[in-house]
């Protein structure tokens, strides 16, 4: 469908949702959909696996000893506040105000870099503990669920850095439009896995 096709209202020369104005982006839109129901089977096998796992810490520290809230909690916060920028980042686009489109949307690149600090540190904070990846069956399901959902944040914050450079060359037309919801789409999918990670890994892990 062409962009001259739509009925919907039009803001400086775009439809209200540029992201659906064409049926390229309506088929992103429903392929990405598939995407992240398979992303999410991942998840859920590797958080089943930690589960079923997290009291063979052999010699190693257990969860109680090792886990730093403050940290973790601050990580979350950072997290939900790139979300956030995201969504503020998309709202920006239905307005077709390309400026602020890409203040917010570089914001939550910022974030996700600074989530992504503050995890490596976490780790090499474990690390220094004795929670190795070989060291026991706990740290191995541990280091590789948290790594799986870091290597998600580090691809999304490279995926939306590009996305700016980009909307800062072509602005926001029916063909960037779609690639910018569907970052946003995947920023909040890794939110709301390390929600989940944050809950069953780090909440839980302190009983």
């Known amino acids: 469908m062409r962009i001259e096709e739509q009925t919907?209202?039009?803001?400086?020369?775009?439809?209200?949702?540029?992201?659906?104005?064409?049926?390229?982006?309506?088929?992103?839109?429903?392929?990405?959909?598939?995407?992240?129901?398979?992303?999410?089977?991942?998840?859920?096998?590797?958080?089943?696996?930690?589960?079923?796992?997290k009291g063979s810490h052999l010699n190693g520290p257990p969860s109680q000893e090792l886990f730093q809230l403050p940290m973790v909690a601050l990580s979350t916060l950072i997290l939900l506040v790139s979300s956030l920028t995201s969504v503020l980042g998309v709202?920006?686009?239905?307005?077709?105000?390309?400026?602020?489109?890409?203040?917010?949307?570089?914001?939550?690149?910022?974030?996700?870099a600074a989530f992504l600090g503050l995890e490596t540190y976490e780790f090499m904070e474990y690390v220094h503990e004795g929670h190795t990846l070989t060291g026991s069956a706990f740290a191995s399901s541990f280091y590789l669920l948290l790594g799986t959902h870091g290597a998600h944040v580090l691809f999304g914050v490279l995926w939306i850095l590009g996305l700016v450079i980009q909307g800062a060359k072509k602005g926001i037309t029916v063909h960037t439009a779609p690639k910018f919801y569907l970052a946003s789409l995947y920023w909040h999918f890794i939110d709301v896995v390390w929600i989940f990670i944050f809950t069953v890994v780090y909440l839980m892990g302190m009983i």
């Open 8 to 53: 919907g209202t039009v803001v400086g020369g775009l439809p209200a949702e540029p992201e659906k104005a064409t049926l390229e982006g309506k088929n992103k839109i429903v392929g990405f959909w598939l995407f992240l129901a398979a992303e999410s089977t991942l998840f859920a096998t590797e958080m089943g696996a930690y589960v079923a796992l």
């Open 91 to 112: 709202m920006s686009m239905h307005t077709g105000d390309a400026r602020k489109m890409l203040t917010w949307f570089g914001l939550t690149v910022l974030l996700g």
